[in-house]
């Protein structure tokens, strides 16, 4: 399981803020989370933010700490 997955399982909720809030593009269905479908959300998001997908990671990573 990536570190990713173990984030968005773990407190999505804290985590879609902060995306809302470094990226005021991004749309309540771009950060639809499902159950099993970490990846497609990455990729969502990874899509319309315009980074990596080891950027996106360690983003999300550095607000965990």
């Given at each position: 399981m990536s570190s990713f997955?173990?984030?968005?399982?773990?407190?999505?909720?804290?985590?879609?803020g902060k995306f809302k809030q470094q990226y005021a593009d991004l749309t309540d269905d771009d950060l639809l989370y499902e159950e099993g479908k970490e990846d497609e959300?990455?990729?969502?998001?990874?899509?319309?933010?315009?980074?990596?997908?080891?950027?996106?990671?360690?983003?999300?990573?550095?607000w965990s700490r």
């Open positions: 997955t173990q984030q968005v399982k773990g407190n999505w909720n804290e985590l879609k959300l990455l990729g969502k998001i990874q899509k319309r933010i315009g980074k990596t997908r080891a950027e996106v990671e360690s983003e999300v990573e550095s």
